[in-house]
């Protein structure tokens, strides 16, 4: 039986419309994801600086950069309205920032530490962690494949990190627990994406992320900017913003498994941001390290997109 000619063109049609929808979502999140690394490369310079070269307390500097951002959110709040606050998922939102919280105070006390090329390398051990996490918390099957591809990422981190040799601190294993506590967040905003709008993921994360770093920062002994630390939290607090809503717009646009490989930007872009502003220039075995990881990643996110196509 043959199709009606005016339906099989509104089919077409609707094909056609539908493709170049899924593809303009799809170039949309890709660049979302590009621009949130740059900011964040950006921010990463801006946060070792103030520990660094200006010696800021670590748990104080977490503190002022997300105090600042809320305050520039606050705008963003007001034009979202209070609806912007409500979820049915109160619990869920906690956990999350709890998690974060905990990993931006790891991270920024590795950044105090360590260079940015290392820092970075490390951190993107978190898309292990979280295959790890949806294995034992959430149930999912995971095959030889993908423990296979961990193992190698978590082998690339190894040789970064060079545990067995005299320059080793225990600082360097900061940016590891960091993306330990960032994965555990990231399973929980993966599933809140699709039952939540992008503003009110972010704005729970900045009202949250305050208090809990200020307590942290009390216990560790508080400290106050002034002059060029001052502006600099400034900065780091519109950077926070910017690249914490281009990151939670490119998941809300596109696939977490399409996105993913272009976060993994974020090395080259930081390796150049350190050299730019401190020279740092990574050693020899840091490429072969970072290659393993970023080919483990790569291709745990070719798999899993190969895996839901089947599925659908």
């Known amino acids: 039986m043959q199709s009606d000619p005016p339906n099989a063109a509104k089919a077409a049609s609707f094909n056609q419309n539908s493709l170049a929808v899924s593809q303009s979502r799809a170039f949309a999140g890709a660049a979302f994801m590009v621009l949130g690394g740059v900011a964040f490369s950006l921010l990463n310079v801006v946060t070792q600086w103030l520990t660094m070269e200006l010696?800021?307390?670590?748990?104080?500097?977490?503190?002022?950069?997300?105090?600042?951002?809320?305050?520039?959110?606050?705008?963003?709040?007001?034009?979202?309205?209070?609806?912007?606050?409500?979820?049915?998922?109160?619990?869920?939102?906690?956990?999350?920032?709890?998690?974060?919280?905990?990993?931006?105070?790891?991270?920024?006390?590795?950044?105090?530490?360590?260079?940015?090329?290392?820092?970075?390398?490390?951190?993107?051990?978190?898309?292990?962690?979280?295959?790890?996490?949806?294995?034992?918390?959430?149930?999912?099957?995971?095959?030889?494949?993908?423990?296979?591809?961990?193992?190698?990422?978590?082998?690339?981190?190894?040789?970064?990190?060079?545990?067995?040799?005299?320059?080793?601190?225990?600082?360097?294993?900061?940016?590891?627990?960091?993306?330990?506590?960032?994965?555990?967040?990231?399973?929980?905003?993966?599933?809140?994406?699709?039952?939540?709008?992008?503003?009110?993921?972010?704005?729970?994360?900045?009202?949250?992320?305050?208090?809990?770093?200020?307590?942290?920062?009390l216990a560790a002994g508080f400290a106050v900017p002034t002059g060029a630390a001052l502006a600099l939290f400034l900065l780091a607090g519109l950077l926070t913003v910017v690249a914490q809503y281009l990151l939670t717009l490119a998941y809300a646009s596109a696939d977490a498994a399409y996105v993913q490989p272009f976060d993994d930007l974020k090395l080259p872009l930081n390796v150049l941001a350190g050299w730019l502003f401190f020279g740092y220039a990574p050693a020899g075995y840091f490429w072969l390290g970072a290659a393993l990881i970023l080919g483990s990643s790569l291709f745990i996110m070719r798999n899993e997109m190969r895996r839901e196509r089947e599925v659908a």
Do not use: C
């Open 55 to 217: 010696a800021f307390p670590s748990a104080s500097t977490a503190f002022w950069q997300y105090a600042f951002a809320f305050l520039f959110s606050l705008p963003f709040l007001r034009k979202a309205g209070l609806s912007a606050m409500r979820t049915n998922y109160p619990w869920r939102h906690v956990v999350r920032v709890v998690f974060a919280a905990l990993g931006v105070e790891a991270w920024v006390s590795g950044l105090a530490s360590v260079p940015i090329w290392q820092a970075i390398a490390l951190v993107m051990t978190s898309p292990f962690f979280i295959i790890l996490g949806a294995r034992l918390f959430l149930g999912e099957r995971v095959g030889p494949v993908r423990w296979a591809a961990t193992a190698v990422g978590f082998a690339g981190a190894m040789i970064i990190l060079q545990p067995w040799s005299d320059s080793f601190t225990w600082a360097a294993l900061l940016p590891v627990l960091s993306a330990l506590l960032w994965g555990a967040s990231s399973l929980i905003t993966k599933s809140l994406t699709g039952i939540e709008k992008p503003e009110t993921i972010t704005v729970w994360l900045l009202v949250l992320l305050t208090p809990i770093n200020g307590g942290l920062a």
